[in-house]
């Protein structure tokens, strides 16, 4: 079988949804992804030429409402369920360097 | 909030099953949502009765049954008693005026927590109610507790739970089926009179049949999403999980609905709600039923024989049966995994250690908030799926994949169109087997996947459908009849349901926990 995913895979995928995942886990997902993705290249079977994407199944698009001020949930409630806050604003690391 | 480890409830397991306990049902008279609305709003028992009844067996089974991630005893009976005075007082009150339910904990309530049975989201207080909840509270319904589900709903089996593994019923070996495993196990064991699940590529409709009970998954766009933890939203709608078709009709009567909050959910204008119990008895008259054979072949051959035996009756009531071609239904799965997981990997993003949620502990940089946050709290079927939605999206291979597959899904919806062409609704299996043992596929994703072969094409096309019992096989394992229709026909694949419900009494049979 072609190994469509191997380790090097994984890892670059990882870091592109901010995962940090044990080698263990790349090993793993590694094997896993690969049989997944051979069972979805079924699809290839298909010809597929001139068809729509179809992103959604609904008749409807750009939904509109009204452009009037409404009531949200404010500062405090926003705030409530956050790991770390200081005042009206969410905490986190520094992220610049001091120059 | 109690967990107890597998070891330990094994233990309780089997002393409570080898006990006198077995069998001996003390709860009323399993009566339906509906058939207690009445009995209240006559004053032939009151809500806090009924609710009281629930909490007395909910402290003898849940243990074993592990449903609940969270129950509101106190909070429960004071409504309860609330809604009474308000009976005595001669107010007039909502459809389901002091029925106990509960909702999957995937739905935000601004009470308890809503966990989606993440550890990531293990203390996630939602600061506003999803729109269905504010529903269940204005047609008055009593809110017990949320139940148990596959973290983020990814899951078949209910055993993705970060939080607590729930067992099927009928047999405590084995799984609930899922993901709104949770929701259909507390319906079955009548640790409430009705429940809400979610349905993303078949989680209503897999553990309804699992479990022995009625769930449907409305049209998309029928029932607001708003305050429902997103998984792949252009597939997830929320639906009722019942012991009966008629209570199914009840609760869809109380969500259903256009919702400023959810820009997808359907004008009424163009897709009128109706009263769904109204007609509900009418028989459909001329009946005509698509069945797609070959592809019905490949599930095991008891659910066939109980399927097939489900047509007969169905025939007998005067319907004709109709051979359907669906040549793109072997490629559902397939599609399906692209798209959902390519939804959840950027619905999931949100999960990121600053807003709400897990953070993890001394982080090096604000770069380890994200990473070290994310693989602390999320389980390994979520991190598999975000990491293949990931894959499908990425650069090289997103016309591949994702873009291949929305194709394919296009190719699915017009199997049916072209089907409903000549019939008014297809009848297929809704799982290849009944339910399977705890720990059989945890292992292999893949096959688990594969289990879903019979659900998942209605979610990529969008149209409803409905599990309803239609027999056991030879393990005395529920098995479920699936119905889909067009979008937007839920009178009548409700109707349709209920011709068949009025013939048998499957519905009635009740595990023996």
Redesign the interface.
Known sequence: MDKKIDKSQVKKVAKLARLELSEAEIEEFAGQLNAIIDYVERMNKLNTEGVEPMAHCLPVSNVFRDDVIKESLGTEKTLANAPQSDGPFFKVPKILEES | MVFITQDKRQDKITTILDSRFRGNDKRMDWQSAKQLRDKIATRRTNSVEATKAVFTRIAKIEPILGAYISTFEEQAIARAAEIDKRITGGEKLGQLAGVPVAVKDNMCTTFGTTTCASKILAN??A??NATVVEKLLAADAVIIGKTNLDEFAMGSSTENSGLKQTVNPWDTKRVPGGSSGGSTAAVAAGLCYAALGSDTGGSIRQPASLCGVVGLKPT??RVSRYGLVAYGS?LDQIGPITQTVEDCALMLNVIAGHD?AD??S??EK?APVVDYLAKLDEPVKGLRIGIASSFNAGADEQVRKAIDEAIKTYRNLGATIVEIDMP?L??A???Y??VATAEA?SNL?RY????????TQN?N????????S??EG?G?EV??R???G??AL?SGYYDA?Y?????????I?GDFVRAFEKCDCIMMPVAPTTAFKIGEKVDD??KM?LSDIYTIAAN???IPGISIPCGFDDKKLPVGLQILSP?FSEEKLLRIAQMYEKQTDWHKKRPLI
Do not use: C, Q, W
């Open positions: 996630f207080h600061p506003y998309y766009g252009s400023t820009s997808t359907v004008d163009i793109h072997d490629y799965i397939a599609a995994y692209m990997s993003a990121d250690g600053v807003h709400y949620g897990h953070r982080p940089d604000y770069i380890e908030v994200y990473t070290k994310r693989a999320f390994k991190k598999r975000i990491m293949l990931t894959y990425s994949y873009l291949k597959a929305l194709k394919v899904r296009n190719l919806r994703p893949l996947y990529l096309a969008g979008a």
